[in-house]
Nanobody, 126 residues
């Protein structure tokens, strides 16, 4: 069983930055493909980014160029560096994990990921 825990959310002004962290335990972290999703109140869950075991990354168009996903296998942690934040980035950000070596073409649907964290709230004020 993989446990996933996010941290790093908070309140930031528009144009600011935050770095989210996600730690996964209970499995060899190096064998996990990890992803970030977000959900704003009243909206559908939205895929943000995915990173596979070889550090190949995929980004949603809405955040491309502003967010960077990375991983530190020694710390069992994946990061989401968020720059140039906008009020529309306000959401609950959740981390997901899958014992898989790559981000599949349908990763953004979310269903491929078996393990999810509770989420960390990001609020961007205008």
């Amino acid at each position: 069983q993989v446990q996933v825990v996010e941290s790093g959310g908070g309140l930031v002004q528009a144009g600011g930055s935050l770095r989210l962290s996600c730690t996964a335990s209970g499995f060899d972290f190096g064998d996990l493909t990890m992803a970030w999703f977000r959900q704003a109140p009243g909206k559908e869950r939205e895929a943000v980014s995915c990173i596979d075991v070889n550090r190949t990354t995929v980004y949603a168009n809405s955040i491309k160029g502003r967010f960077t996903i990375s991983r530190d296998n020694a710390k069992n942690t994946v990061y989401l560096q968020m720059n140039s934040l906008k009020p529309e980035d306000t959401a609950m950000y959740s981390c997901a994990a899958k014992v898989l070596s790559y981000c599949p073409a349908y990763w953004a649907a979310g269903g491929v990921f078996h393990y999810w964290g509770q989420g960390t709230q990001v609020t961007v004020s205008s």
